[in-house]
């Protein structure tokens, strides 16, 4: 029995070192004893992790881990998605918790699959499962599909037709964000293409270029604020990334990604990057378009740290957060808009204006995904 402690510190030991952050490593591996051999059972999406288990437990050992994608993925490892925003759920069931969105032509890296549900990796590598809406490719197929021609939806809602024709039959609804494969124009319309084949029309109005969009973005303190506020109003929805609902990171999720650039999922994620900038709250360094942060400061009863939420800076003691809806609150006493709440969880200020490309911030297009 020693033995298999021994293999259980092993396991322990290379999780902390390869996964310690489970929302974007898989990695579920157990150990036990039959007929005095040690059975490894369970599935990991670290290839380092998987093989240094292999190298450390060698003595009378049998593997059955899984090592993920595998056969049952098959040579299509990569799918884009096909539907305005598609839910990301914790297992593969729609009664788990949902714990992310992914926008229509937004490419995923395939993992598992099980009875219609496959289980996805989104380029900020957050891992989760979707039923359906995905349009499987083989590495070659992405990569020839992210070169074509796209538009990017600018409206926070839209609609695609049939026809040039805003009479004609509706094909789907949009959400700013969404992209979809250019064709040619007609028009007030462009015509475009969906990841799994339709075709359709959107008005010019509500999408733009995507060589366009990337050369206009202003990635500015002035321009995250305006971008922010274009979502005031929007409900609170747990796991929403998109303009149907929001919660606090995927709103500054969103923003960011406006701006062409991939921030991680959540709180606790978004607040190891960046340029740390106020833990005092007295915000005489904080600019517009920082990202503040709240939550449960450590003691030395409770030396763990717990982030729950974050906003963007607007100037002034201001913040803009998903809250009930996108709002503005203050936190500054005097101020009528002040949250009393949020100002005492206050924990500190990032900056991610002029550090894009340090750990956790990525430019879309540097992404793999997208290349």
Same mark, same amino acid.
């Given at each position: 029995?020693?033995?298999?402690?021994?293999?259980?510190?092993?396991?322990?030991?290379?999780?902390?070192?390869?996964?310690?952050?489970?929302?974007?490593? $898989?990695? %579920?591996?157990?150990?036990? #004893?039959?007929?005095? @051999?040690? &059975?490894?059972?369970?599935?990991?999406?670290?290839?380092?992790?998987?093989?240094?288990?292999?190298?450390?437990?060698?003595?009378?050992?049998?593997?059955?881990?899984?090592? #993920?994608?595998?056969?049952?993925?098959?040579?299509?490892?990569?799918?884009?998605?096909?539907?305005?925003?598609?839910?990301?759920?914790?297992?593969?069931?729609?009664?788990?918790?949902?714990?992310?969105?992914?926008?229509?032509?937004?490419?995923?890296?395939?993992?598992?699959?099980?009875?219609?549900?496959?289980?996805?990796?989104?380029?900020?590598?957050?891992?989760?499962? &979707?039923?359906? @809406?995905?349009?499987?490719?083989?590495?070659?197929?992405?990569?020839?599909?992210?070169?074509?021609?796209?538009? $990017?939806?600018?409206?926070?809602?839209?609609?695609?037709?049939?026809?040039?024709? $805003?009479?004609?039959?509706?094909?789907?609804?949009?959400?700013?964000?969404?992209?979809?494969?250019?064709?040619?124009?007609?028009?007030?319309?462009?015509?475009?293409?969906?990841?799994?084949?339709?075709?359709?029309?959107?008005?010019?109005?509500?999408?733009?270029?995507?060589?366009?969009?990337?050369?206009?973005?202003?990635?500015?303190?002035?321009?995250?604020?305006?971008?922010?506020?274009?979502?005031?109003?929007?409900? /609170? &929805?747990?796991?929403?990334?998109?303009?149907?609902?929001?919660?606090?990171?995927?709103?500054?999720?969103?923003?960011?990604?406006?701006?062409?650039?991939?921030?991680?999922? %959540? @709180?606790?994620?978004?607040?190891?990057?960046?340029?740390?900038?106020?833990?005092?709250?007295?915000?005489?360094?904080?600019?517009?378009?920082? #990202? $503040?942060?709240?939550?449960?400061?450590?003691?030395?009863?409770?030396?763990?740290?717990?982030?729950?939420?974050?906003?963007?800076?607007?100037?002034?003691?201001?913040?803009?957060? @998903?809250?009930?809806?996108?709002? &503005?609150?203050?936190?500054?006493?005097?101020?009528?808009?002040?949250?009393? /709440?949020?100002?005492?969880?206050? #924990?500190?200020?990032?900056?991610?204006?002029?550090?894009?490309?340090?750990?956790?911030?990525?430019?879309?297009?540097?992404?793999?995904?997208?290349?």
């Amino acid at each position: 029995m020693a033995q298999n402690n021994d293999v259980d510190r092993i396991i322990q030991a290379v999780q902390e070192k390869y996964a310690p952050d489970r929302r974007v490593v $898989v990695f %579920d591996i157990k150990s036990s #004893l039959q007929n005095d @051999a040690i &059975v490894l059972e369970g599935e990991t999406s670290h290839s380092d992790a998987y093989n240094e288990l292999l190298k450390q437990i060698t003595r009378n050992v049998k593997s059955n881990i899984r090592l #993920l994608p595998d056969e049952i993925i098959g040579e299509k490892k990569w799918g884009v998605i096909y539907n305005s925003v598609e839910k990301l759920h914790a297992s593969n069931s729609y009664g788990s918790e949902t714990v992310s969105e992914v926008l229509l032509g937004m490419p995923v890296r395939l993992l598992d699959k099980k009875v219609g549900w496959r289980r996805v990796q989104t380029p900020e590598g957050y891992i989760g499962w &979707v039923s359906g @809406a995905i349009k499987t490719m083989t590495e070659s197929e992405l990569r020839d599909y992210n070169k074509k021609p796209k538009v $990017v939806v600018t409206s926070l809602y839209a609609l695609s037709y049939e026809k040039a024709d $805003v009479k004609s039959q509706t094909v789907s609804n949009l959400l700013i964000g969404d992209m979809l494969v250019l064709n040619g124009t007609k028009g007030k319309f462009y015509q475009v293409t969906y990841p799994d084949g339709r075709e359709a029309y959107i008005l010019k109005s509500d999408a733009k270029e995507l060589n366009k969009w990337l050369k206009d973005i202003k990635f500015t303190q002035e321009s995250i604020v305006k971008t922010s506020k274009q979502f005031m109003g929007v409900p /609170y &929805v747990w796991g929403g990334t998109s303009s149907q609902g929001l919660d606090c990171s995927g709103f500054t999720k969103l923003v960011y990604f406006l701006h062409g650039v991939i921030l991680p999922r %959540d @709180a606790s994620q978004q607040v190891l990057t960046g340029k740390p900038i106020d833990e005092k709250g007295d915000f005489s360094d904080a600019q517009k378009g920082d #990202l $503040v942060f709240f939550g449960t400061k450590a003691t030395p009863e409770n030396p763990r740290e717990r982030v729950v939420h974050v906003g963007i800076y607007i100037g002034d003691k201001k913040f803009i957060h @998903a809250s009930d809806y996108i709002q &503005v609150g203050s936190l500054d006493p005097a101020d009528s808009l002040f949250d009393e /709440y949020n100002a005492n969880r206050y #924990l500190r200020t990032k900056r991610i204006v002029g550090e894009v490309n340090t750990k956790g911030l990525e430019e879309i297009f540097e992404n793999e995904f997208y290349r």
